[in-house]
Nanobody
Framework: QAQLVESGGGLVQSGGSLRLSCVSS????????MGWYRQAPGKERELVAS???????NYANSVKGRFTIARDSAKNMASLQMNSLKPEDTAVYYC??????????????????WGQGTQVTVSS
């Protein structure tokens, strides 16, 4: 199983920037989708951004134009550059790695791995 380790969270003032990183302890197979989710207190976990193994990206409307997801397949990692941060971006951010059916093994079920989460706090 893949173990995902996030880093880069912290406290920043409104308008500031942070860069989150996620590294897999094992080689990432293809096809796959890496993503960043976040969960604020009292709210459900939501997708922030995702990137497929062929580079297709998807963003939540709330972060379009401010956040950029990228990946380095050779290093088994993904990153999330967050600019123009707002207090409403405050949440625990989780890295995810999704494998569709048949990727991990013949006839394997779809599977998602999660990191432990990193706190991002934006002060006003």
């Amino acid at each position: 199983q893949a173990q995902l380790v996030e880093s880069g969270g912290g406290l920043v003032q409104s308008g500031g920037s942070l860069r989150l990183s996620c590294v897999s302890s094992r080689r990432i197979l293809s096809p796959n989708t890496m993503g960043w989710y976040r969960q604020a207190p009292g709210k459900e976990r939501e997708l922030v951004a995702s990137i497929t193994s062929n580079g297709f990206t998807n963003y939540a409307n709330s972060v379009k134009g401010r956040f950029t997801i990228a990946r380095d397949s050779a290093k088994n990692m993904a990153s999330l550059q967050m600019n123009s941060l707002k207090p409403e971006d405050t949440a625990v951010y989780y890295c995810s790695l999704y494998y569709p059916r048949g990727t991990l093994a013949i006839e394997s079920s779809p599977q998602t791995f999660w990191g432990q989460g990193t706190q991002v706090t934006v002060s006003s």
